[in-house]
């Protein structure tokens, strides 16, 4: 089962693109309507690199996506390389030790904060969210949860995508993965409010409890979003 707030962004995305809009269009919208940043922008990806822009929200967000398609480097890099978010809440502090080159472009595009989200299953390489900030700021655990939220809903629509371009109804067991990573990025968000720890730590601690219970970490996160499950910090000790 998706998580609820996955399926929420679904169904809205849907009836938001009624009017005959495109579907990561209005997917990136509502990511700027929900959390702290100012545009978002979706690319695929490849095991080569960038593979070009999906949708972008604003001229910010384009010039972003357009930076590191040009110059191979960047947080989006990086998250599709290694699979985790990359989160940049300072550009002007960490962007030139890390790349460069990309460092110059986004402070000329105003881009001060950029938070990357890659878009996979399993070591299926499909594109990356971008979400970026005219100001630097962070995200909060709850703000961070969302995003990981709208992430998942961008891979759904991603592979929805190459269904439909392909004539083939969304392999279930491919839906069934994307539903269960939403469900546990869902709960580490819950875990880390309720026992006052980092993204990181919550989702130890998920894992330890899953292997303490002999039972799946999917089947753990929904038990943990329907409150039948608490994790405290006694449970991190």
């Known amino acids: 089962m998706a998580s609820r707030r996955v399926t929420r962004i ?10 005959g809009e495109a579907l990561p269009e209005v997917l990136v919208r509502a990511c700027v309507r929900s959390l702290p940043v100012t545009g978002a922008g979706m690319a695929l990806m490849s095991p080569a690199g960038p593979a070009g822009t999906v949708t972008a929200t604003d001229a910010a967000a384009q010039q972003l996506e357009e930076l590191q398609f040009t110059l191979g480097e960047g947080p989006c890099i990086d998250a599709s390389r290694t699979g985790r ?18 460092a110059d472009g986004a402070a000329r595009a105003g881009l001060r904060a950029v938070f990357a989200f ?8 499909l594109g990356v969210l971008d979400l970026h900030r005219d100001v630097p700021g962070v995200l909060s655990s709850r703000e961070f ?15 929805h995508a190459q269904a439909l371009q392909a004539g083939a109804r969304l ?4 839906t069934a993965a994307v539903e269960d990573r939403a469900e546990v990025h869902q709960a580490t968000g819950v875990v880390s409010v309720q026992a ?7 989702l130890v601690m998920l894992r ?3 292997y303490a219970d002999h039972r799946p970490i999917a089947e753990l996160a929904r038990d943990v979003l329907r409150g039948r499950v608490h994790l405290g910090q006694d449970d991190g000790a």
């Open 171 to 174: 392999p279930p067991d491919l």
């Open 208 to 210: 330890a409890r899953a």
């Open 196 to 202: 006052g720890v980092g993204l990181a730590v919550a």
């Open 145 to 159: 949860a969302d995003a990981l939220a709208f992430a998942d809903a961008a891979t759904v629509l991603l592979l």
């Open 118 to 125: 890659p878009l996979r299953v399993g070591g299926i390489q």
């Open 10 to 19: 679904l169904a809205a995305v849907v009836a938001g693109a009624a009017g």
């Open 85 to 102: 978010p990359v989160l940049q809440p300072d550009l002007a502090r960490t962007a030139p030790q890390r790349w460069p080159a990309f």
